[in-house]
């Protein structure tokens, strides 16, 4: 999936709990920033502490209220209040992804994959008219997603999927870089490679791998 030169990498982070951490990556230039409504996750917020982030970030700054497998009344009476994407880590139908659309004026409707050695083109094909792009993550058993781990990114190629890519599973400041080389996707999405523990950020790995994210897109 060939970018345009002049398309720069974009950055999302997931897992955001605290706005110390909202108000460091914007400053290292994260352009989005992702809230985890699944009560399962470690790094799972309340609406009330998400909305307090959310209303303190400055302009030009996604947010991203991430769910899984949650109620049609759920997600919208929580992503209706000041978030511009969802993103979907279940097994949401295209059909719900339809519904979602209709009832909330979003930017966008992003649906998470976890990619393993079985991954086929035909999980894709039913969403390429309903969602804004695919993230993809490491399939682990058992786990929807932030289990830290890389998957085999050449499995990406052979998918030919047919909305823009971000990149999840595992990314770091230590092979950012790398995988940004390998995929070329349009975005990458960051949580435990810059993390001190679950929901808490380490501000200087974050800024270490925005730079490694600048740099790998610029060469």
Request: with cysteine; hydrophobic share 40%; charged share 25%.
């Amino acid at each position: 999936m060939e970018k345009s030169t002049l398309q720069r990498t974009r950055v999302k982070m997931c897992g955001t709990t605290r706005l110390e951490d909202a108000l460091a990556a914007v400053d290292s230039g994260v352009d989005a920033l992702g809230f985890i409504f699944y009560r399962k996750s470690l790094r799972c917020i309340s609406r009330d502490a998400a909305y307090q982030i959310i209303q303190q970030l400055p302009p030009f700054v996604d947010r991203v209220a991430v769910f899984v497998d949650a109620s049609m009344a759920e997600l919208v009476s929580t992503a209706e209040r000041g978030f511009s994407f969802v993103q979907l880590h279940g097994t949401e139908s295209a059909d719900y992804c339809r519904q979602i659309r209709q009832k909330l004026p979003l930017h966008g409707i992003i649906k998470a994959f976890r990619v393993g050695e079985k991954s086929c083109i035909d999980e894709f094909t039913p969403y390429n008219d309903c969602v804004d792009a695919f993230l993809l993550d490491t399939f682990v058993k058992g786990a929807r997603g932030g289990t830290g781990e890389i998957f085999d990114w050449s499995i990406i190629e052979r998918l030919k999927l047919q909305r823009p890519v971000i990149l999840a599973g595992g990314l770091s400041p230590e092979n950012v870089a790398g995988a940004i080389a390998a995929v070329h996707p349009y975005a990458v999405d960051i949580n435990s490679g810059v993390e001190s523990q679950p929901g808490v950020k380490n501000h200087a790995r974050l800024r270490e791998l925005l730079r490694s994210v600048y740099h790998a897109t610029i060469a």
